[in-house]
């Protein structure tokens, strides 16, 4: 049964704290990408990576941290950096093919943080 | 710079009818245009996608239209039922690595 798991699916931390969140996927898709998804403002691209071992920022990478040790793996860490982490976390992840041909990305159920 | 932009944010129709939402881009180069639908606490999932070559794509009750002179999209629902109710987004795909997506619509059918 094929698909991107993420845990946990609602995440309490203090201020100031870090915390990871996971996204494991086995697809066998090569690109993994982080989302953040807050009301009235779909998803902004946070992270993404392309291949094992490289990763790019998104349009709202600062207080963010990424890794891609393994293909089936892309964990999130929400850093203290972040001023306002509170909101939904979205993993996707799709197959790169043919260079200049698009594929469907396929999405996690998500995570919800709340900073208290 | 790297711009969707979606309308409306909200769309209420009765049972039965149809349903548009449209969307415009803002890179010419743009080449791949999915919607996907939202439910309530899930993540979202695709249901109709169209490229670049093509100006219409149909499944089943779900159209896709696709003008690049004037760089926009539109989905059409027709015959809506109170399961299609949900939140929708637009996106296209930026410099062909990232997809930009619209601020969605909330679509409610009632009975």
């Known amino acids: 049964d094929g698909g991107i798991t993420q845990s946990p699916k609602y995440l309490f931390r203090k201020e100031g704290q870090n915390v990871t969140l996971s996204c494991e996927q086995n697809?066998?898709?090569?690109?993994m990408y982080w989302y953040r998804q807050d009301p009235g403002q779909g998803l902004r691209l946070i992270y993404y990576?392309?291949?094992?071992?490289?990763?790019q920022k998104g349009d709202i990478a600062e207080g963010y941290s990424v890794s891609r040790e393994k293909k089936e793996s892309f964990p999130l860490t929400v850093t203290s950096a972040q001023k306002n982490p509170t909101a939904f976390y979205l993993c996707?992840?799709?197959?790169?093919?043919?260079?200049?041909?698009?594929?469907?990305?396929?999405f996690g159920p998500g995570t919800r943080l709340t900073v208290l | 710079g790297e711009n969707v932009e979606q309308h409306p944010s909200t769309l209420s129709v009765q049972e039965g009818d149809s349903a548009v939402i449209k969307c415009t881009y803002s890179d010419s180069a743009s080449n791949y245009f999915p919607w996907y639908k939202q439910e309530l606490g899930k993540g979202p999932q695709l249901i109709i996608d169209i490229r670049s070559n093509v100006g219409e794509k149909k499944d089943q009750r779900i159209a896709v239209t696709l003008n690049k002179t004037a760089k926009h999209f539109s989905l059409h629902i027709t015959e809506t039922q109170p399961e299609d109710s949900a939140v929708y987004f637009c996106?296209?795909?930026?410099?062909?690595?990232?997809?930009?997506f619209g601020t969605g619509t909330r679509l409610q059918v009632f009975p």
């Open positions: 990576s392309q291949i094992v071992n490289d990763f």
């Open positions: 697809l066998n898709h090569d690109a």
């Open positions: 996707a992840s799709t197959y790169s093919g043919l260079a200049g041909v698009y594929n469907e990305q396929f």
């Open positions: 996106a296209a795909i930026f410099n062909t690595d990232k997809l930009i």
